[in-house]
């Protein structure tokens, strides 16, 4: 079992551009969460996804930022016109059943925008 | 929506010794707490968790205890390592908003040798 698998690694960016990160589930999980974490600060949560469907989005900034997790395919968190403010770790989680069995955490993508 | 606060932020122990954090939670209807652990680099890991129908739950050097009166619980770590230097998320099931969890800002634990 490879475990939450996330793409890049490290993305760096120029102001203005887009940056898509991409997380593979855990073999059999269908609940994929989206955390940010600020240096030295804890995970803020900003999306949570099922098979096509977005169940709860109530963290994503309204503007820039979208969340898929298509039928095929990993869940992207796409990020329009970066700015150096979205510079961060960005990290994927899974789940079997819903967060009551705990997150499995892939191990981030850390986007820095020059 | 739910609020989790932990504390201390930073903790610093000589090895052997025993290492306490703790959290409180804001929304009665939160059901599930687990403990996460990053390192450097790394994304968090599970390490151990409780369900509101459990007070206490313990895995060799780790505990965790829940208060649900008090709406807190607590990570205890005996006989400390080196290689417990990390960072420790504690977090709770938003029972009454969905199944996302909310995390705690994160406890640095440095066990000097």
């Known amino acids: 079992n490879a475990g939450v698998m996330q793409n890049p690694r490290h993305l760096v960016r120029r102001r203005g551009q887009e940056a898509r990160l991409r997380c593979s589930p855990m073999k059999g999980h269908s609940h994929v969460y989206w955390y940010r974490q600020l240096p030295e600060e804890g995970l803020k949560f900003m999306v949570y996804?099922?098979?096509?469907?977005?169940?709860?989005e109530s963290g994503m900034p309204k503007e820039r930022f979208s969340a898929e997790f298509p039928k095929e395919g990993p869940s992207i968190l796409r990020i329009q016109q970066v700015v150096r403010g979205d510079s961060a770790a960005y990290f994927c989680?899974?789940?079997?059943?819903?967060?009551?069995?705990?997150?499995?955490f892939g191990s981030g993508t850390r986007l820095t925008v020059v | 929506g739910e609020n989790v606060e932990q504390h201390p932020s930073t903790l610093s122990v000589q090895e052997g010794d025993s290492a306490v954090i703790k959290c409180t939670y804001s929304?009665?209807?939160?059901?599930?707490f687990p403990w996460y652990k990053q390192e450097l680099g790394k994304g968090p890991q599970l390490i151990i968790d409780i369900r509101s129908n459990v007070g206490e739950k313990k895995d060799q050097r780790i505990a965790v205890t829940l208060n649900k009166t008090a709406k807190h619980f607590s990570l205890h770590i005996t006989e400390t390592q080196p290689e417990d230097s990390a960072v420790y998320f504690c977090?709770?099931?938003?029972?009454?908003?969905?199944?996302?969890?909310?995390f705690g800002t994160g406890t640095r634990l440095a066990v000097r040798p």
């Open positions: 977090a709770a099931r938003a029972g009454s908003s969905g199944d996302k969890l909310t």
């Open positions: 989680a899974s789940s079997e059943t819903g967060a009551n069995y705990g997150y499995t």
């Open positions: 929304d009665s209807a939160s059901n599930y």
């Open positions: 996804l099922q098979k096509e469907n977005i169940i709860d």
